[in-house]
């Protein structure tokens, strides 16, 4: 029989409920995105700016995650009748390695410490001098030292209540990585800034993937949501989260609004988020919306999308081993999930960087490496 229970994911007309003592007339979505840079790393507006460009954009929650900075402004902000909350992140960089903390309230350590010091130097300098892939471009095996900053930087996010999200995987983790870190349940399966601006990038070039992934990726690396899957078939239980880590908020480069969730709680604080991200309650989007998100008891899974004029949708369901089970053309679509499917999930196409995922639904027993 399929397992449903708070640690599995997604439900908006709540026909069973996962374990989670709410109602589904006492839930609504809130829009969000989780990885925004201002001024005070690398970004080119002001918190405030930030702030206003998210609130007129009709988003009702925004971390802010500057570089190893955590921002100052939190709560709830409110203009024109529109609300916003404002939650206090940090984008902990460790040369290569970035994890972004969410909702901490001081500053995480880079985690560069916990790394012998001749590879500190290595990673640091290279980071530097020759750009982000090159220390493993090199052949440098940095994997056993890197798993000593994931595990640090976790661990200290985790001590002061937050949550750590793993930033970018095309750029900053291997599948090794994905496989063997612990206590981190989240991962960005869709960054604008480099899975959808590849061109900002000289070094970088676009490289088609083979496969079912319509997007780009780095040469030999593979996209976030392919490395998301290849995780998932070795037992590890992530949620994947698109963000548009905004660096531009005019003119070119990571321009705001390229990524995002939708966040199915009963309130909109960080308690009630938090929750509903924990309990994998959520979805992925580049602009893709859902009007219904359903899995019954018996494991039928079904999407309907929001049709947009002169869009036509593609709905993929996909199970283990990156395996598309069934494809729908159109706006809506089920599926009955399998035991030998082991997980479903679903992604929606709706043209190029115009996409939708849920969160994995389980059978139950099937997840013997189940995350630490």
């Given amino acids: 029989m399929l397992k449903y229970c708070r640690s599995l994911p997604i439900v908006l007309l709540l026909l069973f409920a996962f374990g989670c003592p709410l109602q589904a007339e006492e839930l609504r979505w809130f829009k969000g995105n989780l990885h925004a840079h201002t001024n005070r790393s690398d970004g080119d507006a002001s918190p405030a700016d930030v702030i206003r460009w998210y609130l007129e954009h009709e988003y009702d929650f925004l971390a802010i995650t500057d570089h190893n900075v955590v921002a100052s402004i939190r709560g709830i902000v ?25 909702n901490v309230s001081g500053e995480i350590p880079s985690g560069l410490e916990l790394m012998a010091d001749e590879v500190t130097e290595y990673v640091t300098e290279h980071f530097r001098t020759k750009g982000l892939n090159e220390p493993r471009a090199l052949g440098f095996s940095l994997l056993s030292q890197e798993l000593k900053v994931i595990e640090g930087v976790v661990d200290a996010i985790n001590a002061q209540g937050g949550l750590a999200v793993l930033c970018h995987p095309v750029m900053s983790f291997d599948v090794e990585h994905l496989v063997q870190a612990k206590g981190v349940r989240f991962i960005e399966i869709w960054n604008a800034n480099v899975d959808g601006m590849y061109s900002v990038y000289s070094k970088w070039k676009k490289v088609p993937l083979t496969g079912i992934s319509t997007t780009y990726r780095m040469p030999t690396r593979g996209s976030a949501e392919y490395r998301w899957s290849q995780a998932l078939d070795e037992g590890k239980r992530y949620y994947g989260i698109a963000v548009d880590d905004a660096h531009h908020f005019s003119g070119s480069g990571a321009l705001a609004g390229g990524g995002w969730i939708y ?37 039928e899974v079904t999407v309907e999308i929001a049709p947009e004029p002169k869009r036509t949708y593609t709905i993929k369901f996909i199970s283990h081993g990156n395996k598309v089970v069934k494809s729908v053309s159109g706006t809506r679509g089920s599926y009955t999930a399998r035991e030998e499917d082991v997980y479903v999930r679903v992604r929606a196409d709706g043209g190029v960087n115009h996409m939708a995922w849920t969160q994995p639904v389980y059978y139950e027993g099937i ?5 630490a």
């Fill in 78 to 102: 409110e203009k024109d009748g529109r609300r916003l909350l404002v939650i206090p992140g940090q984008e902990v960089t460790s040369g290569m390695i970035h994890i972004t903390a969410l």
């Fill in 263 to 299: 966040v199915r709680a009963r309130e909109l604080s960080w308690p009630a988020l938090k929750e509903s991200l924990e309990n994998g309650d959520f979805y992925a989007t580049t602009g893709i919306i859902f009007k219904e998100l359903s899995v019954t008891a018996e494991g």
């Fill in 367 to 371: 997840n013997p490496k189940e995350i």
